[in-house]
């Protein structure tokens, strides 16, 4: 059974960081392109990041580049997002997708004004 936990969020002010995990099992990780999306309340879910598993190549929302970093540890099987200069907009559930179809749980980050 393929699981994504993801964790590190939490309440932070605007221009401050956050650094989220999620931890990945039940599946071949270097396998797989892996990503992080978000949604934010009353609106639909929206793609952050995502990084390859072949050459670690990495693709942004226009929303989030040059604040936020994608990274993988394929001997960990964690994929993390380090958010810098955040701002209020970013508030939003964070969720780790692994194509096609898989999701973990999310982790809440708010960012206060």
């Known amino acids: 059974e393929v699981q994504l936990q993801a964790s590190g969020g939490g309440l932070v002010q605007a221009g401050g960081s956050l650094r989220l995990s999620c931890a990945a099992s039940?599946?071949?990780?270097?396998?797989?392109?892996i990503g992080w999306f978000r949604q934010a309340p009353g609106k639909e879910r929206e793609g952050v990041s995502c990084?390859?598993?072949?050459?670690?190549?990495?693709d942004y929302a226009d929303s989030v580049k040059e604040r936020f970093t994608i990274s993988r540890d394929n001997i960990r099987r964690t994929l993390y997002l380090q958010m810098s200069s955040l701002k209020p907009e970013d508030t939003a559930v964070y969720y780790c997708?692994?194509?096609?179809?898989?999701w973990g749980r999310g982790t809440q980050v708010t960012v206060s004004s």
């Open positions: 997708h692994r194509p096609p179809d898989s």
């Open positions: 039940g599946f071949i990780f270097d396998d797989y392109a």
């Open positions: 990084i390859k598993n072949t050459d670690d190549t990495t």
